[in-house]
């Protein structure tokens, strides 16, 4: 049971669950920050043509999201380009965080 003299009950059952609510938040927010590739569908004989579903969203080659450009789609893999930095992330189906590199494998 909560007790709170100070600011009483139902005020301190508020005040727990805006704080819960505004955690929650914020670790939703952090979460769509990581991307996650969901799906591929790689073309070998035409690459340009290959898409890949990242955060629920379809993209290709050449599309930016969030703060990513898609540099390269393979058969399970992506590799995503950072804006305004050097650094460019590969996500694969089966990985839980991506890696980070300072140049693309090609």
Same mark, same amino acid.
């Given at each position: 049971m909560? =007790?709170?003299?100070?600011?009483? #009950? ?5 005040? /727990?669950?805006?704080l $819960? $609510?505004?955690?929650? $938040?914020?670790?939703?927010? =952090?979460?769509? #920050? ?6 591929? /569908?790689? @073309? !070998?004989?035409s690459?340009? =043509?290959?898409?890949a579903?990242? @955060?629920?969203? /379809?993209?290709?080659k050449?599309?930016? $999201?969030?703060r990513? @450009?898609?540099? =390269? ?19 694969t189906?089966?990985?839980? #965080? !991506? &890696? &980070?590199?300072?140049s !693309?494998e090609?």
């Open positions: 909560i =007790e709170c003299p100070v600011i009483g #009950k139902r005020a301190a059952i508020l005040i /727990m669950a805006a $819960f $609510f505004a955690c929650s $938040f914020f670790v939703s927010a =952090e979460q769509e #920050k990581i991307p996650r590739l969901e799906g591929v /569908m790689a @073309n !070998p004989r690459p340009h =043509e290959s898409v579903i990242i @955060n629920g969203q /379809m993209v290709k050449g599309d930016v $999201f969030d990513y @450009n898609v540099l =390269e789609i393979g058969a399970d893999y992506c590799l995503l380009g950072v804006a305004d930095s050097a650094e460019v992330v590969r996500v189906i089966d990985s839980e #965080k !991506p &890696t &980070t590199k300072d !693309p090609r």
